[in-house]
């Protein structure tokens, strides 16, 4: 069974997720400093910011930037990934109780976490620490399930044997983004991103992923032999290709 408590169920998977994850693509800040105003001066809040993936890319834009992580494991992992970063600040704290000061935040962002999260009480939480005008900014990358042959079947592959697969994907976001900024507005832009792998990347990427039997469950050999399967069957070259639409839903809370 999966683990339920959301800030423990990654706890196992820090390596994967770490390797082979995917980032964002650069557009997403360009998006920011072109339409929300992002300078190196602004301090962000990276809320739910894990192993650091999309923390390095607004360190690289020159930002002081607070990384709010509940996970110990995966707060580990970003502290070693960001330790060259003197502007990086790791803090144990929630979405829906930072521990940051009231009005210190120009920006709130969460990468690939906004599922997670008690809705209400992180909107009053983001509301507590942005200062006036501050924006908060939702994005993760939405696997394509329909785009190529591989991609279909590997959406099979999950919905045959991730454990609880159907209850957190980010579809079941996307409807509740308006009443989280309501009667805020806020706008919206996708971008394409993608990966590559071969089958040990393949593998990890699947492991990755917190709704994926264990090697303890007596589904991991069968899950496994499928996605074996499924490589040899679409690998062009000894790589398969994942392909992602980046959403970012970005606006000032009110």
């Not at 739910?48 to 990384?67: D, K, P, Q, Y």
């Not at 009231?102 to 999260?117: E, K, L, P, R, Y």
């Not at 919905?159 to 697969?165: I, P, S, V």
């Not at 899950?223 to 970012?248: A, I, S």
Request: charged content about 25%; glycine content about 6%; some cysteine.
């Amino acid at each position: 069974m999966p683990v339920q408590d959301p800030i423990q169920r990654f706890s196992s998977r820090v390596e994967n997720y770490v390797r082979y994850r995917p980032g964002y693509p650069p557009a997403v800040i360009d998006l920011l400093k072109n339409e929300c105003a992002l300078t190196p001066s602004a301090v962000i809040a990276d809320v739910a910011s894990g192993t650091g993936i999309f923390t390095r890319m607004l360190l690289e834009n020159g930002n002081r930037v607070f990384g709010v992580e509940p996970n110990a494991a995966m707060r580990k992992a970003g502290e070693q990934l960001l330790s060259a970063y003197p502007s990086f600040t790791s803090i144990a704290g929630t979405a829906e109780a930072t521990t940051l000061d009231d009005h210190s935040i120009d920006f709130v962002m969460a990468a690939q976490a906004a599922h997670w999260f008690d809705r209400g009480k992180t909107r009053r939480e983001f509301m507590r620490i942005l200062k006036p005008g501050g924006r908060t900014v939702l994005l993760w990358n939405q696997r394509c399930t329909e785009s190529t042959p591989f991609l279909h079947d590997y959406e099979q592959l999950l919905l045959a044997y991730g454990t609880d697969y159907q209850n957190v994907r980010h579809e079941r976001t996307v409807e509740e983004i308006e009443t989280f900024f309501s009667p805020s507005p806020f706008q919206f832009r996708s971008f394409k991103y993608q990966q590559e792998f071969d089958y040990r990347g393949l593998e990890g990427r699947l492991l990755s992923s917190s709704y994926t039997p264990q090697p303890d469950d007596a589904e991991y050999a069968s899950m496994l032999r499928e996605l074996r399967r499924l490589f040899d069957t679409y690998q062009v070259n000894g790589l398969v290709t994942f392909e992602y639409n980046t959403q970012v839903y970005y606006g000032r809370l009110s």
